[in-house]
């Protein structure tokens, strides 16, 4: 019993562990030293350590995020934070994590990117946000599409690390990067498609229809 146990920790911890750098350290630092944007950590992977993270009970919980964004995570999140030199600037990241009782990792970055960074052509940094996720934890994309979410720009893409498999989504809202994921060993947690699906941006129209207003009686013409 102690020896499962022991396993099943490793394999959180495993599991948070890329999820955390894919979100934190390559798809938002190194990728962005690569495009000039960020000055190199003199700490490696952007002085960046996973937070230690335990599995919750199943219960919901929706959060909003900086920009206005919300999501629901199957589980209580907890909040962490770093500030990145990007351009210049100092740039805070946020990024809400979660474990599900199987140990499969829950997580949304969020920066917003100064001024001065260049995001003319979108799917190009996104596309890098996506080699630099696969590269950070010694993984490979096996699955990549470049789209649109809520009418943002987005790419949503599944890298393979040794026995972890991360399945995400990126979108640029704006100037706002989120960067949303879920690591996990084996099959998919159920969860996973609820959590994508419950990501609304700021100001997008509420996945709930409004109900539709009963139609009104003509009024009747007055007879002479």
Partial sequence: MVRASSQGAVTRRRAAAVAYCAVAVLLVADVAVVQGWLAPSAHGDAGLDAPAVEPSEPLPTTVTLAGGAQLTFPSPP????QVLLIAGSDT???????VGPDGATYNM????YPPQVNL?????????SVSGAAGNVNGRIVEREVT???GAPAVEFTVEADD?????RHVLDGRRLLAQNVAFKGAEPDEAE???ASLQLDGAPDATPSPTAAPTEPSPTPTS
């Fill in 120 to 128: 003319s052509d979108p799917a190009q940094n996104l596309l890098a």
């Fill in 92 to 98: 805070m990241l946020r990024l809400h994590t979660a």
């Fill in 194 to 196: 609820d959590f994508f």
């Fill in 148 to 150: 649109e979410y809520q």
């Fill in 164 to 168: 972890v498999r991360l399945r995400a």
């Fill in 78 to 81: 907890t909040e962490s934070s």
């Fill in 109 to 112: 970055g969020e920066i917003e």
